[in-house]
C-alpha cells in the first residue's frame, strides 16, 4: 500500500499535465452547469411529496420504499432481483464480495475507468488485472481480455464506458469457457441495451451507482446490485447489512451499506422519467453527431447492437495539443468540456506498485491523452447544444 503523505508533491499522471494548466484558469460555464438544478425544477413537485412521505413514517432504513424501489428497478433491468447499495463504489464491492472474491484472486477489469472499478476490486484483497479497450467503443472485449485470464482469475469486470454496453455475448462465452463469472459496472448506462437486452441482465450479476450525476441519481449517495441468481441476492443483502440474516444474529463479516428509504423513495419518482431523459440525452447526441461530422474530431462510435444511453458524449481530438487548445477554448466561451477519464487507474500513484505503464494499454492511453467529454445532459435545451457545436465548428475554421 502507497503512503498517505499530504505534504508530498501530488503524484499528477503524465496524461494530466497539460489539462492542469487549463483548470488553472477559472472561467464562468453557461452551458453544461446547473443541470441538477433544472433536473429538479422539473420534478419538484414530486420529489417532494415523496420526501414528505417519508418523513412521518419512521421507518428511515431497509422500510418499505427501499423494497419497492428494488422491486422496480429490478423489474426496469429485466432482472430477478436488486439491492440498493449505499454508493456505486459498494455496490461492485458487495457484489465481487458475494462472489466470492477474495485474497489470490484476479479480477479483469478495464484501465479507462472511474476509480471506483479498481477500488472494489482491491478492497476484496484480490489484485485488479487491467487491459485495453476496443479503439471504436473504449470497452473491455473478449480478444484482449483472454491473454489475460490465469488460473486465479475469477471475475471479469467489463464498464459500459460512456453509456454504450460492452460486447457482452463474447465476454459471456470466454467466461463460461474458463468458469469464471461476470459483474457489469453499470454505473454509466441505466437503461441501455445490448441486442435488446437491458443492462443490469446481462451479467452474472451488476453494479450501479446513483450518485446525482449519472443518467439515473440519487440526492446524495446511492447504488444498486441486480441479478437473478437467487443465491447471490440473498449473499449481498447479508453483506450490506452487517453480515445478518436476522436481528443480531452475525453470521459473516458484513458491511453497513444500505441505502436509505428517502433516497429510495427519490429514486422511484426518477425512475419513472429515465427512459424520457435518455431519449434526450440520445436526441443531443443526434445533434452532435449530425453537425460535428466534417470536423477533425473522432465521434462516439455506436455499435449497431448497442443502445446507448449517452451518460456522456466522449469525442477524440486528433491530438493531445489539439485537445487542450480545444477545451480552452471552449472554456473561455463559456462552455463547459471536461475530459473524463484524464489518467488511466493504473497509472494512478495508488496502484503504482503493480508496476504497469502507458505501452501497456496503448488504445486506453490514447483515449486518456485525446478525449473531450461535450455537455451532455437530459436537462441542457437544443439551443445550448447547437450553440457547444457552433463554437467547436469556430475552432476549427479559425485553426485552418
Ligand atoms: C460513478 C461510478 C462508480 C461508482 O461511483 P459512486 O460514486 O461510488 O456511486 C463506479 N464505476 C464507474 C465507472 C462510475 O462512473
Not at 472474491?101 to 478492497?123: K, R, S
Request: include cysteine.
Amino acid at each position: 500500500m502507497t503512503k498517505i503523505d499530504p505534504s508530498a508533491p501530488l503524484p499528477i499522471p503524465k496524461s494530466m499535465v497539460q489539462l492542469a494548466g487549463v483548470h488553472a484558469q477559472a472561467h464562468p460555464i453557461t452551458i453544461g452547469e446547473g443541470h441538477l438544478e433544472r433536473q429538479y425544477q422539473e420534478i419538484a413537485e414530486e420529489v417532494q411529496a415523496a420526501v414528505a412521505a417519508v418523513l412521518p413514517s419512521g421507518k428511515y432504513t431497509l422500510g418499505p420504499h427501499l423494497r419497492q424501489f428494488e422491486q422496480q428497478f429490478a423489474a426496469y433491468c429485466d432482472s430477478s432481483y436488486s439491492i440498493g447499495i449505499s454508493s456505486g463504489t459498494e455496490a461492485l464491492h458487495l457484489a465481487l464480495a458475494a462472489m466470492g472474491v477474495g485474497p489470490g484472486d484476479e479480477v479483469i477489469t478495464v484501465a479507462n475507468t472511474y476509480i471506483a472499478t479498481a477500488l472494489a476490486i482491491t478492497y476484496t484483497g484480490a489484485t485488479p488485472v487491467f487491459v485495453d479497450v476496443d479503439p471504436r467503443t473504449f470497452n473491455m472485449t473478449a480478444e484482449l481480455t483472454a491473454p489475460h485470464i490465469t488460473s486465479r482469475t475469477k471475475v471479469l469486470l467489463p464498464v459500459h464506458l460512456y453509456g454504450q454496453p460492452a460486447e457482452m455475448d463474447a465476454l459471456m462465452t470466454l467466461a463460461s469457457a474458463h468458469n469464471l463469472l461476470v459483474l457489469e459496472d453499470a454505473s454509466h448506462a441505466h437503461g441501455a441495451r445490448y441486442k435488446g437486452r437491458k443492462t443490469g441482465s446481462l451479467g452474472d450479476m451488476a453494479a450501479f451507482s446513483f450518485y446525482p450525476g449519472k443518467n439515473l441519481g440519487a440526492y446524495g449517495d446511492g447504488g444498486a446490485v441486480t441479478t437473478s441468481d437467487a443465491d447471490l441476492d440473498q449473499k449481498v443483502r447479508i453483506l450490506r447489512y452487517v453480515g445478518q440474516r436476522v436481528k443480531f444474529v452475525h453470521e459473516v463479516i458484513g458491511f453497513q451499506e444500505r441505502l436509505d428509504e428517502i433516497q429510495a423513495a427519490i429514486l422511484s419518482v426518477k425512475l419513472t422519467r429515465l427512459d424520457e431523459w435518455n431519449g434526450r440525452r440520445r436526441r443531443w447526441a443526434a445533434i452532435y453527431d449530425e453537425m460535428l461530422a466534417g470536423t477533425p474530431l473522432t465521434l462516439p462510435y455506436a455499435g449497431a447492437e448497442a443502445h446507448h444511453v449517452y451518460y456522456s458524449y466522449a469525442t477524440l481530438a486528433p491530438s493531445e495539443e489539439e485537445r487542450t487548445h480545444l477545451l480552452s477554448f471552449l472554456l473561455e466561451r463559456g462552455i463547459g468540456g471536461f475530459v473524463m477519464y484524464p489518467a488511466l487507474v493504473p497509472m494512478q500513484r495508488a496502484y503504482a506498485d503493480l508496476g504497469l505503464h502507458e505501452e501497456d494499454f496503448p488504445v486506453a492511453a490514447s483515449c486518456a491523452r485525446r478525449v473531450l467529454n461535450l455537455p451532455m445532459f437530459e436537462t441542457l435545451r437544443e439551443d445550448e447544444v447547437r450553440r457547444t457545436c457552433e463554437v467547436v465548428l469556430a475552432y476549427f475554421d479559425r485553426a485552418r
